[in-house]
């Protein structure tokens, strides 16, 4: 498909056939998104799936993935554009080698664009080769520093960029722009007005059990209802870092290559480290919390037949 989706349900379709379960309202949103041009804002805790939904659209529409990976000190000149200091150097000696004196001249051309290196989001302003526009997905846009915002904000209002010595680069197309936050710190309202807002929670054990007969086919029925309640138990828990999704189908994934068919005690307390990410949740769990925990999933799973 290249087309957009026009309607909700061709988004449902669209995140189903890349392999993503998700629930009507955040087909909505996307298709709102989509439709009207806007980026999309997605927040929720790491894990939940916030960033795959940028991968799917770009597999399912055909168009190409232009990915800027956030970080603290991140700049224009990695995020945008620089010039090609090296390139305009040697441009600059051969002019003088030749007797070219000229500056204005030389100037005008070695900023031009044959001398630009264009970051993600220049590049996300043109179309690919098929003439489509690319999908842009702003990865954990929180772990940059707050000053780099404003350097977004003409690209999300305007699909623009100025380049003081050559002028705006416009986009034809608007790019279908993706946006994610894992809320480590509050992203400013400027940017947010931009764009349209969802926030993406921890799944219910339904949608997890699907996800997981999604992502890990083959799986016991059993088996996925065992791991799944045991991880949305652990949620409950005053932990560190929950367990998200991701960590659910790793953990899956780990135990089908350990060929278990049931949860026991011995298997959690090696495994955990698939699930928890820091030493003081697993220390937290491990031992008599995990026999207990797991105890009490069986029991209730037990009950609910």
């Given at each position: ?8 349900d ?5 995140l189903?056939q ?8 955040l087909a ?5 998104a989509?439709?009207l ?10 894990g ?5 939904i940028?991968?799917?659209l ?21 995020a945008?554009?620089e ?6 150097m ?6 003088e ?6 500056r ?5 051309g ?10 993600p989001?220049l590049?996300?302003l043109e ?10 997905l702003i990865?954990?846009l929180?772990r940059?520093?707050?000053?780099f915002e404003a ?5 999300l209002s305007?699909?623009q960029?100025?380049i ?6 416009k986009a ?8 994610t936050?894992n809320?480590?710190r509050?992203i ?5 007005r ?8 921890y ?5 997890e059990?699907?996800?997981?007969a999604?992502?890990?086919p083959?799986v016991a ?9 045991f991880v949305?138990a ?15 189908i790793?953990?899956?994934n780990?135990?089908?290559q ?10 959690i ?20 919390e ?16």
């Amino acid at each position: 498909m290249t087309a957009l989706p026009q309607s909700v349900d061709t988004v449902l379709e669209c995140l189903t056939q890349g392999r993503y379960v998700a629930d009507r309202s955040l087909a909505t949103a996307l298709f709102l998104a989509l439709k009207l041009h806007r980026p999309l804002f997605l927040e929720g805790e790491a894990g939940v799936g916030k960033t795959e939904i940028g991968k799917v659209l770009s597999e399912t529409l055909g168009r190409r993935l232009i990915r800027l990976q956030c970080y603290e000190g991140l700049d224009v000149a990695s995020a945008v554009y620089e010039w090609n200091y090296s390139l305009q150097m040697i441009e600059i000696r051969i002019a003088e080698a030749t007797g070219d004196r000229d500056r204005s001249a030389i100037e005008e051309g070695i900023f031009s664009e044959r001398f630009l290196i264009k970051r993600p989001l220049l590049q996300a302003l043109e179309p690919d080769v098929s003439g489509l526009a690319p999908v842009l997905l702003i990865d954990e846009l929180d772990r940059t520093d707050e000053p780099f915002e404003a350097f977004l904000l003409e690209v999300l209002s305007d699909f623009q960029v100025t380049i003081p010595e050559i002028g705006t680069v416009k986009a034809k197309e608007p790019p279908i722009v993706i946006i994610t936050s894992n809320r480590t710190r509050e992203i400013h309202d400027a940017i947010k007005r931009r764009c349209f807002y969802f926030w993406i929670d921890y799944p219910d054990a339904r949608r997890e059990r699907e996800i997981i007969a999604m992502k890990v086919p083959g799986v016991a029925e059993a088996l996925t209802r065992q791991i799944v309640a045991f991880v949305q138990a652990l949620r409950k828990k005053d932990l560190f870092k929950l367990p998200g999704v991701a960590e659910t189908i790793d953990w899956t994934n780990a135990l089908v290559q350990l060929d278990k068919i049931d949860l026991d005690p011995e298997t959690i307390n090696s495994t955990l480290g698939v699930l928890l990410k820091y030493q003081d949740d697993i220390e937290k769990i491990r031992g008599s919390e995990a026999a207990q925990l797991l105890t009490q999933v069986k029991t209730e799973l037990a009950a609910s037949r």
